[in-house]
DNA sequence: CCAATGTCAGGTTGACTGATATGC
DNA sequence: CGCATATCAGTCTACCTGACATTG
Protein backbone atom coordinates (compact mmCIF):
# COMPACT_ATOMS: atom_id res chain seq x y z
CA UNK A 1 0.00 0.00 0.00
CA UNK A 2 1.89 3.05 -1.37
CA UNK A 3 -0.54 5.93 -0.15
CA UNK A 4 -1.58 7.50 3.06
CA UNK A 5 -4.78 9.40 2.34
CA UNK A 6 -3.29 12.96 3.42
CA UNK A 7 -0.75 12.71 0.81
CA UNK A 8 -2.45 11.43 -2.36
CA UNK A 9 -1.82 13.74 -5.74
CA UNK A 10 -4.51 16.23 -6.45
CA UNK A 11 -7.63 15.24 -8.47
CA UNK A 12 -7.42 17.49 -12.05
CA UNK A 13 -10.77 19.02 -10.93
CA UNK A 14 -12.41 19.96 -7.58
CA UNK A 15 -14.39 17.00 -6.52
CA UNK A 16 -17.21 19.15 -4.42
CA UNK A 17 -17.65 20.87 -7.73
CA UNK A 18 -18.00 18.18 -9.61
CA UNK A 19 -20.71 16.51 -7.35
CA UNK A 20 -22.52 19.77 -7.09
CA UNK A 21 -22.40 19.38 -11.11
CA UNK A 22 -23.99 16.28 -10.68
CA UNK A 23 -26.27 16.97 -7.72
CA UNK A 24 -27.77 20.22 -9.54
CA UNK A 25 -28.37 17.49 -12.64
CA UNK A 26 -31.12 15.59 -10.46
CA UNK A 27 -31.91 17.22 -7.33
CA UNK A 28 -32.42 20.48 -5.63
CA UNK A 29 -30.17 21.81 -2.82
CA UNK A 30 -26.83 21.62 -4.30
CA UNK A 31 -25.50 24.54 -2.85
CA UNK A 32 -26.15 23.10 0.16
CA UNK A 33 -25.03 19.92 -0.21
CA UNK A 34 -21.64 21.22 -1.54
CA UNK A 35 -21.29 23.42 1.52
CA UNK A 36 -22.08 20.23 3.80
CA UNK A 37 -19.25 18.37 1.77
CA UNK A 38 -16.66 21.28 2.29
CA UNK A 39 -17.22 21.25 5.83
CA UNK A 40 -16.34 17.12 5.95
CA UNK A 41 -13.38 17.75 3.95
CA UNK A 42 -12.40 20.65 6.11
CA UNK A 43 -12.54 18.90 9.33
CA UNK A 44 -10.79 16.52 7.75
CA UNK A 45 -7.97 18.39 7.05
CA UNK A 46 -7.78 20.34 10.23
CA UNK A 47 -7.16 17.26 11.91
CA UNK A 48 -5.13 15.66 9.93
CA UNK A 49 -2.85 18.73 10.40
CA UNK A 50 -3.09 18.68 14.29
CA UNK A 51 -2.44 15.28 14.79
CA UNK A 52 0.75 15.47 12.88
CA UNK A 53 1.61 18.33 14.96
CA UNK A 54 0.25 16.61 18.19
CA UNK A 55 1.56 13.05 17.89
CA UNK A 56 4.79 13.76 19.30
CA UNK A 57 3.49 14.84 22.64
CA UNK A 58 1.06 11.36 22.39
CA UNK A 59 -1.90 13.55 23.08
CA UNK A 60 -5.16 13.50 19.93
CA UNK A 61 -7.05 16.22 19.39
CA UNK A 62 -9.76 15.60 21.41
CA UNK A 63 -7.36 15.17 24.30
CA UNK A 64 -5.46 18.01 23.66
CA UNK A 65 -8.69 20.44 23.67
CA UNK A 66 -9.02 19.05 26.91
CA UNK A 67 -6.03 19.59 28.34
CA UNK A 68 -6.11 23.11 26.88
CA UNK A 69 -10.23 23.69 28.74
CA UNK A 70 -8.08 22.71 32.13
CA UNK A 71 -5.57 24.91 31.63
CA UNK A 72 -7.87 27.87 31.21
CA UNK A 73 -10.13 27.47 34.12
CA UNK A 74 -9.59 29.36 36.93
CA UNK A 75 -8.74 26.79 39.13
CA UNK A 76 -7.20 24.58 36.75
CA UNK A 77 -9.88 21.99 37.31
CA UNK A 78 -13.52 20.95 36.65
CA UNK A 79 -16.36 18.65 36.77
CA UNK A 80 -16.46 16.14 34.61
CA UNK A 81 -19.89 17.06 33.21
CA UNK A 82 -18.89 20.46 32.93
CA UNK A 83 -15.84 19.45 30.42
CA UNK A 84 -18.62 17.20 28.70
CA UNK A 85 -20.54 20.69 28.24
CA UNK A 86 -17.61 22.66 27.05
CA UNK A 87 -16.27 20.47 24.77
CA UNK A 88 -19.79 18.98 23.44
CA UNK A 89 -18.92 15.53 24.06
CA UNK A 90 -20.53 12.67 25.41
CA UNK A 91 -20.07 11.86 29.18
CA UNK A 92 -19.00 8.90 28.73
CA UNK A 93 -16.41 10.05 26.49
CA UNK A 94 -15.11 12.24 28.86
CA UNK A 95 -14.80 9.52 31.28
CA UNK A 96 -12.70 8.04 28.08
CA UNK A 97 -10.62 10.65 27.52
CA UNK A 98 -10.18 11.30 31.23
CA UNK A 99 -8.86 7.89 31.89
CA UNK A 100 -6.19 8.38 28.92
CA UNK A 101 -5.04 11.69 30.21
CA UNK A 102 -4.49 10.00 33.91
CA UNK A 103 -2.58 7.25 32.50
CA UNK A 104 -0.75 9.90 31.14
CA UNK A 105 -0.27 11.76 34.22
CA UNK A 106 -1.63 14.86 32.41
CA UNK A 107 -4.67 15.17 34.52
CA UNK A 108 -5.84 13.80 37.99
CA UNK A 109 -8.98 12.96 39.55
CA UNK A 110 -9.33 14.62 42.85
CA UNK A 111 -12.84 14.43 44.97
CA UNK A 112 -15.18 17.51 44.62
CA UNK A 113 -14.89 19.65 48.07
CA UNK A 114 -18.74 19.42 49.11
CA UNK A 115 -20.74 17.17 45.89
CA UNK A 116 -19.55 13.76 46.38
CA UNK A 117 -20.80 12.33 43.47
CA UNK A 118 -18.92 14.54 41.31
CA UNK A 119 -15.20 14.30 40.27
CA UNK A 120 -13.33 17.19 39.31
CA UNK A 121 -10.38 16.51 36.81
CA UNK A 122 -7.18 18.62 37.59
CA UNK A 123 -4.60 19.13 35.37
CA UNK A 124 -0.96 18.52 36.83
CA UNK A 125 2.33 20.28 36.57
CA UNK A 126 3.37 17.85 33.47
CA UNK A 127 -0.22 18.84 32.06
CA UNK A 128 0.30 22.04 32.27
CA UNK A 129 3.84 22.07 30.30
CA UNK A 130 2.57 19.48 27.62
CA UNK A 131 -0.13 21.70 26.84
CA UNK A 132 2.25 24.66 26.14
CA UNK A 133 4.84 22.65 24.17
CA UNK A 134 1.69 21.28 22.31
CA UNK A 135 0.25 24.80 21.72
CA UNK A 136 3.76 25.97 19.93
CA UNK A 137 3.42 23.05 17.77
CA UNK A 138 -0.44 23.39 16.74
CA UNK A 139 0.29 27.18 16.42
CA UNK A 140 3.82 26.55 14.09
CA UNK A 141 0.90 24.64 12.05
CA UNK A 142 -1.84 27.12 11.55
CA UNK A 143 -4.12 24.18 12.83
CA UNK A 144 -4.23 23.35 9.00
CA UNK A 145 -5.44 26.86 8.06
CA UNK A 146 -2.05 28.15 6.93
CA UNK A 147 -2.83 28.96 3.37
CA UNK A 148 -6.32 30.61 4.19
CA UNK A 149 -5.80 34.50 4.53
CA UNK A 150 -6.68 36.66 7.50
CA UNK A 151 -10.06 38.16 5.89
CA UNK A 152 -11.11 34.42 5.38
CA UNK A 153 -10.03 32.71 8.16
CA UNK A 154 -12.18 35.79 10.10
CA UNK A 155 -15.26 34.86 7.57
CA UNK A 156 -15.15 31.57 8.14
CA UNK A 157 -15.13 31.75 11.87
CA UNK A 158 -18.12 34.61 11.49
CA UNK A 159 -20.43 32.01 9.18
CA UNK A 160 -19.71 29.28 11.62
CA UNK A 161 -20.63 31.11 14.50
CA UNK A 162 -24.74 31.77 13.06
CA UNK A 163 -24.20 27.48 12.10
CA UNK A 164 -23.64 26.77 16.02
CA UNK A 165 -25.99 29.10 17.00
CA UNK A 166 -28.41 28.38 14.90
CA UNK A 167 -28.14 24.49 15.99
CA UNK A 168 -28.77 25.88 19.85
CA UNK A 169 -25.03 25.68 20.78
CA UNK A 170 -25.47 28.71 23.02
CA UNK A 171 -27.49 31.74 23.69
CA UNK A 172 -25.62 34.68 23.36
CA UNK B 1 -28.16 9.26 31.46
CA UNK B 2 -30.99 11.73 30.62
CA UNK B 3 -28.98 13.47 28.01
CA UNK B 4 -27.52 13.05 24.39
CA UNK B 5 -24.63 15.73 23.39
CA UNK B 6 -26.52 16.81 20.65
CA UNK B 7 -29.92 18.06 22.80
CA UNK B 8 -28.45 19.72 25.31
CA UNK B 9 -29.68 22.51 26.39
CA UNK B 10 -27.53 25.38 25.24
CA UNK B 11 -24.93 27.50 26.99
CA UNK B 12 -25.13 30.72 27.65
CA UNK B 13 -22.36 32.33 25.93
CA UNK B 14 -20.11 31.10 22.83
CA UNK B 15 -18.03 28.24 23.83
CA UNK B 16 -15.33 29.56 20.82
CA UNK B 17 -15.44 32.95 21.75
CA UNK B 18 -14.86 32.12 25.16
CA UNK B 19 -12.06 29.98 24.22
CA UNK B 20 -10.46 32.84 21.91
CA UNK B 21 -10.08 35.25 24.70
CA UNK B 22 -8.60 33.06 26.89
CA UNK B 23 -6.36 31.88 23.92
CA UNK B 24 -5.64 35.40 22.90
CA UNK B 25 -4.30 36.28 26.66
CA UNK B 26 -1.56 33.83 26.61
CA UNK B 27 -0.94 33.23 22.80
CA UNK B 28 -1.11 34.01 19.23
CA UNK B 29 -2.68 32.56 16.64
CA UNK B 30 -6.71 33.22 18.95
CA UNK B 31 -8.46 33.62 15.23
CA UNK B 32 -7.28 30.41 13.69
CA UNK B 33 -7.30 28.51 16.82
CA UNK B 34 -11.36 29.97 16.94
CA UNK B 35 -11.70 29.08 12.86
CA UNK B 36 -10.31 25.34 13.36
CA UNK B 37 -12.66 24.82 16.41
CA UNK B 38 -15.37 25.73 14.89
CA UNK B 39 -14.54 23.82 11.84
CA UNK B 40 -14.52 20.82 14.57
CA UNK B 41 -17.85 21.94 16.05
CA UNK B 42 -19.95 22.47 12.56
CA UNK B 43 -18.68 18.92 11.15
CA UNK B 44 -20.23 17.52 13.92
CA UNK B 45 -23.33 19.08 14.13
CA UNK B 46 -23.68 17.83 9.98
CA UNK B 47 -22.65 14.54 11.04
CA UNK B 48 -25.48 14.65 13.77
CA UNK B 49 -28.37 15.46 11.73
CA UNK B 50 -27.74 13.84 8.44
CA UNK B 51 -27.07 10.51 10.41
CA UNK B 52 -30.29 11.14 12.01
CA UNK B 53 -31.78 11.59 8.78
CA UNK B 54 -29.79 8.34 7.23
CA UNK B 55 -30.66 6.17 10.28
CA UNK B 56 -34.56 5.24 8.99
CA UNK B 57 -32.27 3.79 5.72
CA UNK B 58 -29.54 2.00 8.03
CA UNK B 59 -26.72 4.06 6.14
CA UNK B 60 -23.89 6.09 7.56
CA UNK B 61 -22.66 9.43 6.02
CA UNK B 62 -20.04 7.61 4.62
CA UNK B 63 -21.95 4.90 3.20
CA UNK B 64 -24.42 7.20 1.76
CA UNK B 65 -21.73 9.20 -0.12
CA UNK B 66 -20.38 6.19 -1.75
CA UNK B 67 -23.74 5.48 -2.86
CA UNK B 68 -24.27 8.79 -4.78
CA UNK B 69 -20.57 8.61 -6.08
CA UNK B 70 -21.89 5.29 -7.59
CA UNK B 71 -25.16 6.66 -8.95
CA UNK B 72 -23.55 9.62 -10.00
CA UNK B 73 -21.06 7.46 -12.10
CA UNK B 74 -21.78 6.75 -15.84
CA UNK B 75 -21.43 2.75 -16.07
CA UNK B 76 -23.15 2.59 -11.99
CA UNK B 77 -19.62 1.04 -11.10
CA UNK B 78 -16.15 2.46 -9.93
CA UNK B 79 -12.68 0.68 -9.28
CA UNK B 80 -12.15 0.27 -5.48
CA UNK B 81 -9.43 2.46 -5.87
CA UNK B 82 -10.89 5.45 -7.63
CA UNK B 83 -14.06 5.72 -4.94
CA UNK B 84 -11.12 6.12 -2.31
CA UNK B 85 -9.61 9.04 -4.23
CA UNK B 86 -12.62 10.78 -5.07
CA UNK B 87 -14.02 9.93 -1.20
CA UNK B 88 -10.76 10.79 0.00
CA UNK B 89 -10.70 7.97 2.21
CA UNK B 90 -8.01 5.13 3.27
CA UNK B 91 -7.99 1.93 0.92
CA UNK B 92 -9.04 -0.13 3.72
CA UNK B 93 -11.46 1.67 4.33
CA UNK B 94 -13.14 1.43 1.00
CA UNK B 95 -12.88 -2.05 1.49
CA UNK B 96 -15.22 -1.60 4.68
CA UNK B 97 -17.48 0.56 3.31
CA UNK B 98 -17.96 -1.96 0.73
CA UNK B 99 -18.22 -4.49 2.94
CA UNK B 100 -21.18 -3.29 4.84
CA UNK B 101 -23.05 -1.99 1.25
CA UNK B 102 -22.41 -4.90 0.28
CA UNK B 103 -24.09 -7.17 3.01
CA UNK B 104 -27.35 -4.42 2.51
CA UNK B 105 -27.26 -5.42 -0.81
CA UNK B 106 -26.87 -1.86 -2.41
CA UNK B 107 -23.79 -2.53 -4.29
CA UNK B 108 -22.18 -5.87 -5.50
CA UNK B 109 -18.08 -6.41 -6.67
CA UNK B 110 -17.74 -7.03 -10.41
CA UNK B 111 -14.42 -7.92 -11.58
CA UNK B 112 -13.10 -5.39 -14.17
CA UNK B 113 -13.24 -6.73 -17.70
CA UNK B 114 -9.57 -5.66 -18.90
CA UNK B 115 -7.41 -5.67 -15.96
CA UNK B 116 -8.14 -8.66 -13.04
CA UNK B 117 -6.23 -6.60 -10.19
CA UNK B 118 -8.98 -4.61 -10.21
CA UNK B 119 -12.78 -5.00 -8.69
CA UNK B 120 -15.12 -2.79 -10.15
CA UNK B 121 -18.07 -1.81 -7.32
CA UNK B 122 -21.71 -1.68 -9.03
CA UNK B 123 -24.42 0.08 -7.25
CA UNK B 124 -27.71 -2.18 -7.36
CA UNK B 125 -31.42 -1.61 -8.47
CA UNK B 126 -32.01 -1.53 -4.86
CA UNK B 127 -28.98 0.63 -4.14
CA UNK B 128 -30.21 3.60 -6.59
CA UNK B 129 -33.72 3.18 -4.76
CA UNK B 130 -32.44 3.54 -1.24
CA UNK B 131 -29.94 6.47 -2.59
CA UNK B 132 -32.87 8.17 -4.43
CA UNK B 133 -35.17 8.18 -0.61
CA UNK B 134 -32.07 9.15 1.61
CA UNK B 135 -31.24 11.66 -0.74
CA UNK B 136 -34.93 12.95 -0.15
CA UNK B 137 -34.27 12.67 3.85
CA UNK B 138 -31.11 14.39 3.63
CA UNK B 139 -32.47 17.44 1.74
CA UNK B 140 -35.28 17.74 3.96
CA UNK B 141 -32.91 18.12 7.00
CA UNK B 142 -30.91 20.60 4.75
CA UNK B 143 -27.79 18.55 5.69
CA UNK B 144 -28.02 20.96 8.85
CA UNK B 145 -27.48 23.92 7.15
CA UNK B 146 -30.84 25.38 7.70
CA UNK B 147 -30.38 28.14 9.75
CA UNK B 148 -27.51 29.63 7.07
CA UNK B 149 -28.86 31.76 4.63
CA UNK B 150 -28.25 31.49 1.08
CA UNK B 151 -25.38 33.80 1.28
CA UNK B 152 -23.54 32.65 4.11
CA UNK B 153 -23.83 28.67 2.46
CA UNK B 154 -21.80 30.36 -0.75
CA UNK B 155 -19.82 32.19 1.47
CA UNK B 156 -18.56 29.20 3.16
CA UNK B 157 -18.13 26.77 0.26
CA UNK B 158 -16.37 29.36 -1.17
CA UNK B 159 -13.39 29.52 1.71
CA UNK B 160 -13.74 25.79 1.85
CA UNK B 161 -12.58 25.31 -1.89
CA UNK B 162 -9.54 27.27 -0.83
CA UNK B 163 -8.63 25.71 2.27
CA UNK B 164 -9.66 22.71 -0.05
CA UNK B 165 -7.24 23.68 -2.78
CA UNK B 166 -4.23 24.96 -0.19
CA UNK B 167 -4.24 21.32 1.40
CA UNK B 168 -3.31 19.70 -2.54
CA UNK B 169 -6.97 18.32 -2.93
CA UNK B 170 -7.02 19.66 -6.38
CA UNK B 171 -5.39 21.13 -9.41
CA UNK B 172 -8.32 23.20 -10.90
C1' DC C 1 11.78 -7.46 -11.14
C1' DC C 2 8.97 -3.66 -9.91
C1' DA C 3 4.51 -1.27 -9.40
C1' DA C 4 -0.38 -1.37 -8.58
C1' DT C 5 -4.68 -3.35 -6.56
C1' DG C 6 -7.27 -4.95 -3.05
C1' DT C 7 -7.59 -7.75 1.25
C1' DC C 8 -6.55 -9.32 5.90
C1' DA C 9 -4.93 -9.16 10.70
C1' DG C 10 -4.44 -6.38 14.49
C1' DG C 11 -4.47 -2.00 17.11
C1' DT C 12 -6.32 2.78 18.33
C1' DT C 13 -9.78 6.30 18.81
C1' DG C 14 -14.11 8.18 19.86
C1' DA C 15 -19.10 7.92 20.02
C1' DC C 16 -23.01 5.64 21.35
C1' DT C 17 -26.57 2.57 24.20
C1' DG C 18 -28.14 0.64 28.25
C1' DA C 19 -27.39 -0.56 32.91
C1' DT C 20 -25.64 0.52 37.41
C1' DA C 21 -23.74 2.46 41.94
C1' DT C 22 -23.67 6.41 44.51
C1' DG C 23 -25.14 10.71 46.44
C1' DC C 24 -28.16 15.01 46.44
C1' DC D 1 -38.77 9.20 46.07
C1' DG D 2 -36.90 11.37 41.75
C1' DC D 3 -32.85 13.31 39.75
C1' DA D 4 -27.88 13.97 38.86
C1' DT D 5 -23.13 12.26 38.32
C1' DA D 6 -19.96 9.24 36.67
C1' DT D 7 -18.74 4.62 35.34
C1' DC D 8 -18.86 0.07 33.06
C1' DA D 9 -19.75 -3.33 29.46
C1' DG D 10 -20.39 -3.90 24.93
C1' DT D 11 -20.98 -2.33 20.13
C1' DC D 12 -19.85 0.36 16.10
C1' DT D 13 -17.40 3.43 12.68
C1' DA D 14 -13.38 4.80 10.82
C1' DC D 15 -8.61 5.12 10.75
C1' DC D 16 -3.92 3.34 10.53
C1' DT D 17 0.17 -0.05 9.86
C1' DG D 18 2.23 -3.87 7.99
C1' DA D 19 1.98 -7.94 5.44
C1' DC D 20 0.29 -10.44 1.62
C1' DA D 21 -1.45 -12.64 -2.99
C1' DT D 22 -2.45 -11.52 -7.46
C1' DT D 23 -1.77 -9.26 -11.66
C1' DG D 24 0.13 -5.79 -15.06
Known amino acids: MADK ?20 LRWSAGEVMAAATSIMRAQQIVVARVSEALRP ?5 ARYEALVLLLFSRQG ?3 MGK ?11 VTNIVDRL ?21 ITAEGRDV ?15 DTL ?3 DVKRLTDV ?13
Chains 1, 2 share one sequence.
Do not use: C, N, Y
Not at 5 to 24: I, S
Not at 57 to 61: I, V, Y
Not at 132 to 145: D, I, K, N, P
Not at 160 to 172: E, H, T, V, W
Open 83 to 93: MGERLMVHPTS
Open 5 to 24: RPEKRPLAFDPVAEAKRQWD
Open 149 to 151: SDG
Open 131 to 145: AEAATEAVEAASFGL
Open 160 to 172: LRRLRKGAGDFDD
Open 57 to 61: FDLTF
Open 102 to 122: EAQEFVKRVPHPTDRRTILVE
Open 77 to 79: SLP
